[in-house]
């Protein structure tokens, strides 16, 4: 019978199947409902040091006797958002009885390494950084950026005794060499990819307004080539696979590129936590038709060092693909 369980960043997973950090894993009940369904692990959503310091600037700008005690009102709205996401913490480990993985996204360097220190001796299995923000500055070094992502990574692998991943956005440009230098500095592996708020315009109002937040259903793709060319050499990093994933042939699929575990997030909006028996049971039924005991057998089967036409990864123009499809033909049949 096919074991579907998995080591994920030294952590034992009864499932490959995870719940992304997101509105849905902020809420406990939700949380348990995940864990009965059979999510391997749960990542809460993300603490933003960008809505704490929003809330601070509300209660600043209702009275101006705030602005004398600036400095306490700042610590008392932090160590309140600190206090409540630890007890989140506690609360899901308790009730879930599954790994519960925290999450975080700042922008200064003191907030990274506290908000951390505080989510290890809450008791959090592990912690996804979630680190990214747009380079609007077209003055700033590309290198300088990604020595700033380093430098948090390494302070906060130093900090805290739990495992680290960090959540990548795909703007780089070396992939590959970033996330080789992520393990270098303390990480134990890398969620690909971040899926960010996107801004569209509305033509009625004249105005910006936010873009559809649910991913598609061929999203995915772009996770499998990266994570297909990244296990390729990174044989002891864990690769964890998010975004556009909607059923268990992707997710497996996904297995075949090289992913450790795979994060479920839209999917769980629209359909709700049981789709994750769905994704099990698939995934096992898949297994035994192909007579794979264990993840283990069939992970990465299929990434870049282990096809015979490695340069399938590499192709980024369509050329025969798009010819075939031209005549008619269906390269993907």
Request: neutral net charge; glycine residues 6%.
């Amino acid at each position: 019978m096919a074991d579907i369980s998995v080591n994920y960043l030294g952590l034992d997973l009864k499932s490959p199947f995870i719940a992304a950090s997101s509105g849905y894993t902020a809420d406990l009940e939700k949380i348990v409902a995940l864990s009965r369904s059979g999510a391997g692990a749960i990542v809460l959503k993300s603490l933003f040091e960008e809505q704490i310091n929003n809330e601070i600037g509300f209660l600043e700008s209702c009275s101006d006797d705030y602005t004398e005690n600036a400095d306490f009102l700042k610590r008392y709205v932090t160590d309140y958002s600190i206090d409540k996401y630890t007890q989140l913490i506690k609360d899901a480990k308790r009730e879930s009885g599954i790994p519960v993985i925290a999450s975080i996204n700042c922008y200064s360097h003191s907030s990274w390494t506290d908000f951390a220190a505080e989510i290890g001796k809450a008791g959090a299995d592990a912690l996804e950084l979630n680190i990214y923000s747009l380079p609007v500055n077209p003055g700033k070094n590309p290198q300088e950026i990604e020595e700033e992502y380093l430098k948090i990574v390494k302070k906060i692998t130093e900090t805290v005794k739990i495992p680290v991943a960090v959540k990548l956005g795909d703007y780089f440009t070396n992939l590959g060499n970033f996330v080789s230098s992520l393990q270098g500095h303390g990480a134990q592996g890398a969620v690909l990819f971040n899926r960010f708020f996107t801004p569209d315009i509305s033509l009625k109002k004249m105005e910006i307004i936010p873009a559809n937040p649910f991913s598609s259903k061929n999203e995915y793709l772009h996770e499998l080539r990266w994570i297909a060319i990244l296990s390729s050499y990174l044989r002891k990093f864990h690769l964890s696979a998010s975004s556009g994933v909607y059923d268990a042939s992707s997710a497996i699929k996904l297995i075949l590129a090289g992913a450790r575990t795979v994060q479920l997030c839209s999917v769980l909006y629209k359909q709700g936590p049981f789709v994750l028996q769905d994704f099990n049971r698939e995934l096992k039924e898949f297994m035994d038709s192909k007579g794979f005991r264990t993840l283990a057998d069939f992970r990465g089967l299929l990434n870049y060092a282990n096809i015979a036409n490695p340069a399938s990864f590499e192709r980024v123009q369509f050329l025969r693909t798009a010819e075939q499809y031209s005549r008619g033909q269906n390269p993907a049949l």
